[in-house]
């Protein structure tokens, strides 16, 4: 593609996702070092200087970075959940199927969020008003039916979360074999089936 062809394709609102997709492609093959204006721009097949139209600087391209990265993190959360079983438990199964199925393909995305020097502080101020695309409050909502009247919510909440995360993190570093074969034989699920011992909840 040519310089000029590329400008025409992503003029207007195409240039500012194209540049976060570019980004993204940059976080997942090598991490934040591996991100910068010029290599976005380079990516997404246009000047250098067409970030600066966009976004204030490398910051402002990373915090658009992170909440994208958020936008793509929660979807794969609330597709799970509203494609399973509709009972409290189901949910809180599936939310962990998603979490782990984002954890295999956006594995890029999964360490920049909530590594050491993660992109997930960046999102803090953000609009508090997208509850849809806001993971915590999709996790929240499912663990709400297993917190016991007076306890704290975060706890019920803290303990499916290091559950799905310690155990996705684990699966990425190969430590059951494949990145896939937890799935594969049923140790997902077994391992899922722990939470059968949150407290009781109204509904099955």
Same mark, same amino acid.
């Given at each position: 593609?040519?310089?000029?062809? !590329?400008?025409?394709? $992503?003029? $207007?609102? @195409?240039?500012?996702?194209? /540049? &976060?997709?570019?980004? &993204?492609?940059?976080?997942?093959?090598?991490?934040?070092? +591996?991100?910068?204006?010029?290599?976005?721009? +380079?990516?997404?097949?246009?000047?250098?200087?067409?970030?600066?139209? $966009?976004?204030?600087?490398?910051?402002?391209?990373? *915090?658009? *970075?992170?909440?994208?990265?958020?936008? &793509?993190?929660? =979807?794969?959360?609330? #597709?799970?959940?509203?494609?399973?079983?509709?009972?409290?438990?189901?949910? /809180?199964?599936? %939310?962990?199927?998603?979490?782990?199925?984002?954890?295999?393909?956006?594995?890029? *995305?999964? @360490?920049? &969020?909530?590594?050491?020097?993660?992109?997930?502080?960046?999102?803090? =101020?953000?609009?508090?008003?997208?509850?849809?695309?806001? +993971?915590?409050? %999709?996790?929240?909502?499912?663990?709400?039916?297993?917190?016991?009247?007076?306890?704290?919510?975060?706890?019920?909440?803290?303990?499916?979360?290091?559950? %799905?995360? =310690?155990?996705?993190?684990?699966?990425? +570093?190969?430590?059951?074999?494949?990145?896939?074969?937890? %799935?594969?034989?049923?140790?997902?699920?077994?391992?899922?089936?722990?939470? #059968?011992?949150? =407290?009781?909840? !109204?509904?099955?």
């Amino acid at each position: 593609m040519t310089q000029s062809n !590329a400008k025409s394709k $992503h003029h $207007h609102g @195409n240039l500012k996702q194209a /540049l &976060i997709a570019a980004g &993204i492609g940059l976080l997942e093959e090598g991490g934040l070092d +591996a991100l910068s204006l010029r290599k976005c721009a +380079a990516r997404a097949g246009v000047s250098h200087a067409a970030p600066a139209h $966009h976004f204030d600087g490398l910051p402002g391209l990373k *915090i658009a *970075i992170a909440d994208e990265g958020f936008r &793509i993190f929660s =979807g794969y959360l609330q #597709d799970a959940v509203d494609a399973g079983e509709q009972t409290d438990r189901g949910r /809180l199964k599936s %939310i962990c199927r998603g979490y782990f199925q984002f954890g295999l393909t956006h594995s890029g *995305i999964l @360490n920049v &969020i909530f590594g050491a020097q993660g992109l997930a502080g960046l999102r803090a =101020g953000q609009d508090p008003d997208r509850e849809k695309a806001d +993971a915590y409050l %999709i996790l929240q909502n499912v663990c709400a039916p297993f917190v016991p009247a007076g306890q704290n919510s975060l706890v019920v909440e803290l303990q499916v979360w290091s559950l %799905i995360h =310690g155990f996705t993190l684990l699966s990425l +570093a190969q430590e059951f074999g494949r990145p896939d074969q937890p %799935i594969e034989d049923g140790l997902f699920d077994a391992v899922v089936a722990l939470l #059968d011992q949150l =407290g009781n909840c !109204a509904t099955p």
